[in-house]
């Protein structure tokens, strides 16, 4: 029977907390949220000699106070959860600012254990470590390792296994914080002792929180005594310190760190300018930075449609393939509702869906390499002045350009941001960043209305129209109902680094599996159901006799067989047409009609947007059911012919406009109430836009009617 | 205007940080602002007596700076209720 033990791993943001996580248990990983947050909880496990490591990512933090989500989370996984043991993981090139959460680990009194990751940045930056020294100093036993290189994986868990069997934690009162603070530690230990039964160790630590006017520990222990014990202490320390209580604790963990530091760290060359630097110079220069910004963004964005629509082609090859090989099943000619369902609704739902799906990828896969080298939290800088101005935060533009390729991992990129007004105002506006979904509907239009060389602007206004849309919304957001103080931009830059290959491609496919998820679940259910809509009530007696017009072209010996298929191709779309009119799809379109009649939209249109609630691109294939041209796609140039017999230019033009717009798509709606945590948002959502969508795309066409 | 430091300091007078420029470095006084904000720039290391050398000042935007090794990012705002000398 093999032993069971937890594990927790806390750190700092950037110290290589994701990659040690990822050596320790492989591909064994579960994620999921904190119960009643959004913050990401991930689990894993590891089989290490006579042990069955369970092994738990804490959120990166730089302290553990009450002030943020993450810090919270952390902190309380720690008291409540007990865990065996905890790794802090340090970013050893950044040594001083890392330790300053190992101490208040320490302090807390859990069974500590420190990695040194980022050994090899760290030597190369000239620093040179009294491991020993160290580990004696903090009274912790300390690991190298080196995350990107997998290197000190099995290290780390010996020193786990040794520090769960010792069971000796560090001692917790290993700073000092001088006589008069530490005498007032002592006086409310006292009476947190007497009064809570707390061990020796717990009222030091609820102690220092006290006095650090820590909210969350004020609620759980403060009754009338121990206030007026520490508010006394509290105006008399501050009297004599001169400065806030809070500010001289932290000094002196800071004090004690450095004290630690001098004794077993040194720098052997001394280096004014890293190579980080130099990039920086330039990559952040206030000339520079907004052109080379915009030039990687134009890269992203050649890379994900240039090198990503021969895949997309091959991809929507085989669906074709599958469906026909499906289609086989069945003797040619025979009508059954199993092979409509699977050909029609699924194959031709989900896989229409699924064609993005290198697109997609190819933009995730930029991303994650903008992120993993350290660029996009200089791009966050960039942005935030331009984002500052329309009330956002500089981060908030990361989930929008995620936006364009897919709503679902962009809305759920805003976790990066620490405000709920920040965060609520970048999820509302996100679907205005249009889409990778969104791109077949033009790609269908703009063809059918425009001449050749209007092609690429017109495709270029649609996508400026969504970014201005998203500004001017979110600025009235941010002055009407998510008002408030914008939150000040603080943020560290990590160090530039060769992101690996194995790390950015397990980012990409984090979010290209959100993606995925959505196709599987969501939108094969919309398929099913969009098809049941489509196909019921099914209609039987007809207005013209198909069947047998059918046998007069089959029997008509004067035509080539060429001519005979077309001429049956065309009787068969008429009377697809004329079910789909009786079906449910086609009576709520028809009821549509009067509300949608001043964009300029009729019946079948009206229709086809239904579609496009459950996944904006079935849009396309609505469509080509209504006008019954059998199999469409943004290529299918019959479709094309017919929508330039029934409408004008103007009404192409509103069309992408209002797809552009109006309500996002259901697994967009989804994730926005998960990640809002209420409905009431994720209803704002799609009313707010779909009545924007309706009064901008009926004000283009009324206009545009006078011209 | 920025709220004046808790503490008389003994050498002369102590200016925001937004009034540096880039290339200098300076030591922190002390840090105003909520609590909150207060105890996030302290744990990243801006607490009084450390070296801030500025890296990249904007004449409207953000500034960068480093800190204890680390490159923080930070807004003008925030560069207002860091005082240092």
């Known amino acids: 029977m093999k032993k069971k033990i937890t594990i927790a791993l806390a750190g700092n943001p950037n110290a290589g907390k994701t990659t040690l996580f990822n050596n320790i248990t492989g591909a064994r990983q579960h994620v999921g949220n904190y119960p009643g947050v959004t913050v990401e909880r991930k689990e894993g496990f590891r089989d290490y000699k006579d042990y069955e490591i369970r092994v738990v990512d804490l959120p990166g933090t730089y302290s553990l106070t009450a002030y943020s989500q993450e810090e919270v989370i952390a902190r309380n996984f720690l008291i409540d959860e007990t865990p065996d043991v905890v790794i802090d993981i340090i970013d050893t090139s950044n040594l001083e600012r890392n330790l300053y959460l190992s101490v208040q680990l320490i302090e807390i009194g859990v069974p500590l254990l420190l990695a040194f990751n980022m050994s090899d940045v760290a030597k190369a930056k000239g620093y040179q470590f009294d491991m020993k020294k160290l580990s004696n100093l903090l009274s912790v036993p300390i690991v190298e390792t080196i995350g990107h290189k997998n290197k000190g994986t099995f290290e780390l868990l010996d020193a786990v296994i040794a520090t769960y069997e010792d069971m000796k934690a560090a001692n917790p009162a290993i700073v000092r914080y001088g006589n008069d603070i530490e005498e007032a530690i002592r006086e409310i230990s006292s009476v947190l002792y007497e009064e809570h039964r707390l061990t020796s160790k717990q009222a030091h630590w609820v102690a220092i929180k006290l006095l650090e006017s820590d909210r969350d520990i004020e609620k759980q222990f403060m009754d009338e005594k121990l206030a007026s014990v520490v508010n006394r202490l509290t105006s008399t320390l501050e009297m004599k310190l001169e400065e806030p209580i809070q500010t001289a604790i932290a000094s002196h963990r800071y004090g004690m760190i450095s004290g630690a530091c001098t004794q077993a760290v040194r720098s052997t060359i001394e280096r004014r300018h890293s190579v980080s630097d130099a990039i920086d110079m330039v990559a952040t220069n206030r000339f520079l930075g907004i052109p080379i910004f915009l030039g990687l963004m134009y890269l992203v964005f050649w890379l994900t449609f240039t090198v990503g629509a021969p895949l997309m082609d091959w991809l929507d090859a085989g669906f074709g393939w599958l469906g026909e090989f499906v289609s086989g099943w069945w003797a040619p000619g025979s009508e059954s509702a199993l092979k409509s369902l699977l050909v029609d609704g699924i194959i031709g739902g989900v896989g229409g869906v699924l064609i993005f799906l290198p697109n997609i990828l190819l933009l995730f896969l930029a991303i994650a390499f903008l992120e993993d080298s350290g660029y996009m939290a200089r791009a966050a800088f960039i942005m935030d002045r331009l984002m500052h101005k329309i009330g956002l935060h500089g981060k908030s533009f990361i989930p929008m350009l995620i936006g364009f390729g897919c709503s679902v991992p962009a809305i759920m990129a805003t976790r990066t941001l620490d405000n709920r007004r920040d965060r609520l105002v970048t999820m509302m506006v996100v679907p205005l960043m249009s889409c990778g979904a969104r791109l077949p509907i033009y790609a269908l239009i703009i063809p059918a209305f425009f001449p050749q060389v209007w092609h690429?602007?017109?495709?270029?206004?649609?996508?400026?129209?969504?970014?201005?849309?998203?500004?001017?919304?979110?600025?009235?957001?941010?002055?009407?109902?998510?008002?408030?103080?914008?939150?000040?931009?603080?943020?560290?830059?990590?160090?530039?680094?060769?992101?690996?290959?194995?790390?950015?491609?397990?980012?990409?496919?984090?979010?290209?599996?959100?993606?995925?998820?959505?196709?599987?679940?969501?939108?094969?259910?919309?398929?099913?159901?969009?098809?049941?809509?489509?196909?019921?009530?099914?209609?039987?007696?007809?207005?013209?006799?198909y069947d047998n017009e059918i046998a007069t072209v089959e029997m008509d010996e004067q035509l080539t067989p060429e001519e005979q298929q077309e001429q049956i191709a065309t009787i068969e779309n008429a009377q697809a047409s004329e079910a789909l009119s009786h079906s449910v799809a086609g009576r709520i379109g028809h009821v549509l009609e009067p509300i949608i009649k001043p964009m300029g939209f009729d019946w079948r249109i009206g229709t086809a947007m239904i579609g496009a609630f459950a996944a904006k691109e079935l849009f396309v294939a609505q469509l080509g059911i209504v006008y019954s041209v059998g199999e469409a796609d943004k290529d299918s140039e019959s479709l094309r012919d017919k929508l330039r017999e029934n409408y004008t230019p103007l009404i192409g033009f509103a069309i992408m406009l209002f797809s552009l717009i109006s309500m996002p798509c259901m697994a967009t709606v989804a994730v926005t109430k998960r990640e809002a945590n209420s409905w009431k948002w994720a209803l704002f959502q799609v009313a707010g836009l779909t009545i924007m969508a309706w009064l901008i795309t009926t004000i283009v066409y009324q206009v545009g009617m006078l011209f | 205007m920025w709220k004046r430091c808790h503490h008389n300091h003994a050498f002369g007078c102590t200016y925001p940080l937004s009034f540096c420029k880039t290339g200098q470095t300076v030591k922190v006084q002390c840090v105003h602002g909520g609590e909150e904000m207060k105890s996030r720039l302290e744990a990243m290391g801006f607490l009084p007596g450390a070296d801030v050398s500025i890296i990249s000042a904007h004449h409207h935007g953000p500034f960068i700076v480093k800190v204890k090794d680390s490159q923080i990012a930070l807004g003008r705002g925030m560069s207002h209720k860091i005082q240092v000398a």
């Open chain 1, 456 to 545: 690429a602007p017109m495709l270029w206004l649609i996508y400026v129209i969504g970014i201005l849309l998203a500004i001017i919304s979110a600025k009235l957001l941010r002055s009407t109902i998510l008002k408030g103080e914008s939150v000040p931009f603080l943020m560290e830059l990590p160090p530039y680094r060769m992101p690996t290959i194995k790390g950015i491609f397990t980012h990409m496919w984090e979010r290209g599996w959100l993606y995925l998820k959505k196709a599987g679940t969501i939108i094969l259910g919309f398929s099913i159901l969009m098809w049941v809509i489509t196909t019921y009530p099914q209609k039987k007696d007809f207005d013209r006799d």
